[in-house]
């Protein structure tokens, strides 16, 4: 049975079934599962919705406590749920996991763990205990009908869990991943009707719901015409939240400790150096000596590769959060400036930096968009075929020695291009947009991939005789607005 959702739970809806259906499942023993996520997204809050609803248990402990202060936390709190006069002392994590399996031996009680790596920061070997405590045939896992859940922001730890040779590998009967809401999500989640100003909020913000119901309270740009007002009062802002959000994110994540390289090599893919080399070059290095760091940065959901769409051996780095890509273009070159309050100064600094914005920040994010969109959101007739996978690349001219760009490309399951497509977010596109396309599916053509679609993305719309020649082209030709985007096919 789902149970009833809070009211006050935006979306949500599939990861509230799954959560509700391990938490009841007709298991007859312990179960184990694991519930991570970038911070800020909601993950405790459903998380206590859960216990709330079922009458479970949840704890979290403060970052950096030592075993034993985390020991007496727990008994406390354990104590608390129970109703029990006194504290429970435990010795050792051992007895602390048999003390919360024994919370439920008559039904199934989800009994959380949050932050769970900051335990194991002094408890390494607690995965390990909670392997041995749901061992199949040890008494205290037949007794209990425990849905014991581990969560963590730090996506590269959590993910280690059950990877590989860890202890848990193999227990977790859920492994869920509490995603970021995407840019439709987000509309409706700031109540924005304007989808240009919806997506201005996304090119800095992102889909963190934290950073609107807990940072601004709420408070977001009512118009375009108060955009820049807004983000001077509270992104660019040294009394708001946000404006060490990017930096507390890097140092918040155990696996990040070189945090001023991390930051340099942050930087160095926001300006659109997206390569191991041209990111090696720019912050002068060799490639090898940051390949560590790009594993790490992927590893904790800040960076992701994406492979070339017609090269197989290339590949692309992109920074996955907008707020750390609008930090790193636009906060961080000014940042000793923001800091030292001026009157003016942080108007002057955001009004310098608009084309720095659109060129690096809103023009890549708007890309990933729009592909987001063709893989997600478009159904299979705007491409005539079922959409497999959709990625960017560079076509090569051999004849001309030259590369193109295609910034959306839509494959079919069996590898058959059915799209290639050009992004423009401050542009009008018109019919030069097309004959270029047009131009690269000649080239395609040649190679037996010559697409099905063109289509044309674009956040300040289209000339009218682009639009005459995509209604006379038979579904050929599609026209992608800022309109369609955030709400058609």
């Not at 959000?245 to 930087?267: Q, S």
Request: neutral net charge.
């Amino acid at each position: 049975m789902i149970l009833p959702k809070p009211a006050d739970m935006f979306d949500r809806d599939w990861e509230w079934r799954q959560l509700c259906a391990f938490a009841q499942s007709d298991q007859p023993t312990a179960t184990l599962g694991v519930v991570s996520g970038r911070r800020r997204q909601g993950k405790t809050f459903l998380l206590e919705s859960l216990c709330e609803a079922t009458g479970g248990f949840i704890y979290a402990p403060t970052e950096a406590v030592p075993r034993q202060e985390a020991l007496r936390q727990l008994g406390i709190a354990l104590a608390r749920y129970q109703g029990s006069p006194g504290d429970i002392r435990f010795h050792n994590w051992g007895e602390a996991i048999d003390a919360l399996l024994a919370l439920a031996t008559e039904r199934p009680v989800p009994v959380v763990l949050d932050e769970f790596p900051y335990l194991v920061r002094d408890a390494k070997e607690l995965p390990s205990v909670i392997q041995k405590a749901l061992a199949p045939r040890r008494p205290e896992r037949r007794a209990s009908k425990a849905r014991l859940l581990l969560c963590g922001s730090s996506i590269s730890f959590m993910g280690g869990l059950l990877a590989g040779a860890a202890p848990l590998r193999g227990r977790a009967a859920l492994e869920l991943v509490v995603p970021t809401f995407n840019f439709r999500l987000a509309k409706d989640f700031w109540k924005i009707k304007d989808p240009r100003l919806a997506a201005l909020v996304y090119f800095i913000l992102g889909g963190t719901p934290a950073y609107q119901t807990e940072y601004l309270q709420g408070v977001g740009p009512t118009s375009i015409d108060n955009f820049d007002e807004w983000v001077v009062e509270h992104i660019l802002n040294p009394a708001s939240p946000l404006f060490r959000e990017v930096r507390a994110l890097l140092a918040e994540d155990p696996a990040l400790r070189d945090i001023g390289l991390y930051h340099t090599v942050l930087a160095a893919v926001a300006e659109g150096n997206a390569t191991r080399g041209g990111i090696a070059n720019r912050i002068e290095r060799k490639a090898t000596d940051i390949s560590h760091h790009l594993t790490v940065l992927e590893d904790a959901g800040l960076l992701v590769t994406e492979h070339d769409a017609f090269r197989s051996n290339r590949s692309e780095f992109r920074i996955t959060e907008p707020l750390v890509r609008f930090y790193h273009v636009i906060m961080r070159p000014y940042w000793t400036q923001l800091e030292r309050v001026r009157p003016g100064r942080s108007e002057r600094i955001w009004r310098s930096s608009r084309s720095r914005f659109d060129g690096n920040v809103a023009g890549p994010v708007f890309e990933r968009m729009c592909r987001l969109w063709a893989e997600d959101m478009a159904d299979d007739d705007t491409f005539q075929g079922t959409i497999a996978r959709v990625r960017s690349g560079v076509v090569h001219d051999k004849v001309n020695r030259t590369g193109h760009g295609v910034d959306v490309a839509v494959f079919d399951p069996d590898g058959a291009l059915l799209s290639i497509g050009e992004v423009k977010w401050g542009e009008v596109m018109g019919l030069g947009h097309l004959r270029r396309l047009e131009e690269i599916a000649d080239i395609l053509e040649m190679r037996d991939m010559r697409p099905r679609v063109l289509t044309l993305f674009s956040g300040a719309g289209f000339m009218p005789a682009l639009r005459e020649v995509a209604a006379g082209a038979g579904g050929r030709v599609q026209l992608v607005d800022l309109d369609r985007l955030y709400a058609g096919q």
